[in-house]
């Protein structure tokens, strides 16, 4: 299964793509991940992305490019992957066409988590990451089982640094401004999927399954 998951900041593709990628027994490819460790093994790839990703803004297509282009040359990949938060504007997506037809593989689908604005805010904002184990949390939604305390390491949790409330804001701008066209984009290719992603957790990992189930059967 080859996915990629769309949708804005705080739609949930971070979480959801781990219970898609256990089931799927695919690999999970998270662009903003990736920059996130770069940035704090301070890499020359670090460097290049800090200030972008500290101010909401889209760090260049080249190096995004670049990075999600050897990532997916890599032997894990074979079995499928799922993307998470790549492409995020047209050029990405074309230069993915370009690395997928080299690759002689295509994508199942593009899955699109929609959710409002309102509610994007209050789930950025109030999001908690564990330090050790990336696992993702939310201070009202999702609470960890102990304040501050990840449930499944007990790794200390902390704050993104672009969750605060005026770079979310900037974030939802870009996300209106580069990236909601390749909504479009993929609907003309034929395999857009479109989930309401303002319902339990739960209940988003069971509709996008069961929207693949037509790309499977
Ligand atoms: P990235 O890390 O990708 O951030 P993002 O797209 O802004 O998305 P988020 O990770 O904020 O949201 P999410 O959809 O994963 O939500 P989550 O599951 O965590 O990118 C960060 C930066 O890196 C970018 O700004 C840019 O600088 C750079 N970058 C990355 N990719 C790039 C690219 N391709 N090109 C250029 N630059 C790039 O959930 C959010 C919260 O809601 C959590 O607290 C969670 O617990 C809660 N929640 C989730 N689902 C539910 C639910 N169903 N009900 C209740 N609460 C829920
Ligand atoms: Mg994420
Ligand atoms: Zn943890």
Known sequence: MRLILLG??????????????????????????????????????????????????????????????????????????????????????????????????????????????????????????????GATYHIVFNPPPQEDQCGKCGGELYQRKDDNEETCEKRLDVYQRETAPLIEYYARKGILRNIQGDQEIDQVLADILAALQRDLT
């Open 8 to 133: 804005p900041p705080g739609a949930g593709k971070g979480t959801q793509a781990q219970g898609l990628a256990d089931h799927f027994g695919i690999v999970h490819i998270s662009t903003g991940d990736m920059f996130r460790a770069a940035i704090k093994n301070e890499t020359a790839l670090g460097l290049q992305a800090k200030a972008f990703s500290d101010a909401g803004t889209l760090v260049p297509d080249d190096v995004t490019i670049g990075i999600v282009r050897e990532r997916l040359g890599q032997s894990d990949c074979h079995e499928g992957f799922l993307l998470d938060g790549f492409p995020r504007t047209l050029v990405q997506a074309e230069a993915l066409a370009e690395i997928l037809k080299e690759l002689e593989i295509s994508l199942n689908a593009a899955v699109n988590v929609q959710v409002d604005r309102p509610l994007l805010m209050a789930r950025l904002t109030g999001r908690r990451v564990c330090r050790q184990c």
